[in-house]
């Protein structure tokens, strides 16, 4: 998450290891440091030595899915941006969310598309993974 080895690298980082020797937390980037503090704390209470007081498999679980899978709720909005093709902006109840064209799912995104997002925070706006785009229902031919 941080591009850094917490212990360092090769036979430095032995010792460190069979010491048990906690990194220090390291330095987020604002977007990330929300996720990145709850990571943190989740592989510190990893290394606790003895196995009574570490976190259960279940807990884990529980723990990592959490992190991942937030509890934010699901809203409609309409893409109202896009900047090199690469990500853009939500409109979702007043508020402008960011999302990357990577988490778009059902074809390629365009302005005005309405999609389904669960924004969750992030700095300086909201993040939305995953976004789903809304198809416009097809006009019924029966009519005249």
Known sequence: MTGVKPLGKGLLAVPKIMNAEIPPEPQFKPQFASRGKEVYKII??????????????????????QVCYGECSRVEGAITSMLYSTFG????NGRS???HTD??????PGVGDLVCVAPYDGLPNPRAHP???I???AEDSSTT
């Open 135 to 137: 198809e416009p229902a």
């Open 103 to 108: 988490s778009v799912y059902a074809g390629t």
């Open 97 to 99: 969310v960011v999302f």
């Open 89 to 92: 902006f939500i409109s979702c």
């Open 44 to 65: 510190t209470d990893c290394w606790i030595v003895d196995p009574n007081k570490r976190p259960s498999a279940d807990d884990l679980v529980t723990r990592l899915g």
């Open 131 to 133: 976004v789903l785009r």
